[in-house]
């Protein structure tokens, strides 16, 4: 069983930062993060694999997210920059003990309770 918890989400005007946390316990294989926007399917923004690091984003976010993860502490980071108002929505951190294509939610099993990204103009 894996448990996540995120937090770090909050109200911020178009150009700033704001960075997320999820707690992850267990045993993972990849974590992502994904965002849902009011009427919008859920999409994956950001993945980084638990043992090598490897990370991939979604082109909209390229050069302006970053995701990280401190194996210590069993946290995976999403540090957010130029943000705008199309980033505003709910994030969610997932994570997977198995593969499958990184961008397709149906491939993971657990799922935090999400933290809310609000970006104004």
């Known amino acids: 069983q894996v448990l996540l918890v995120e937090s770090g989400g909050d109200s911020v005007q178009a150009g700033g930062s704001l960075t997320l946390s999820c707690s992850v316990s267990?045993?993972?294989?990849?974590k992502i993060w994904f965002r849902q926007a009011p009427g919008k399917e859920r999409e994956a923004v950001a993945m980084?694999?638990?043992?090598?690091?490897?990370?991939d984003y979604t082109d909209s976010v390229k050069g302006r997210f970053t995701v990280t993860q401190n194996n210590a502490n069993n946290t995976m980071y999403l540090q957010m920059s130029s943000l705008q108002p199309e980033d505003t929505g709910m994030y969610y951190c997932?994570?997977?003990?198995?593969?499958?294509?990184?961008?397709?939610?149906?491939?993971?099993?657990?799922w935090g309770q999400g933290t809310q990204v609000t970006v104004s103009s």
């Open positions: 997932a994570a997977t003990t198995r593969g499958g294509h990184w961008t397709d939610p149906a491939n993971y099993e657990y």
């Open positions: 267990g045993y993972t294989y990849r």
């Open positions: 980084i694999y638990t043992s090598l690091g490897a990370t």
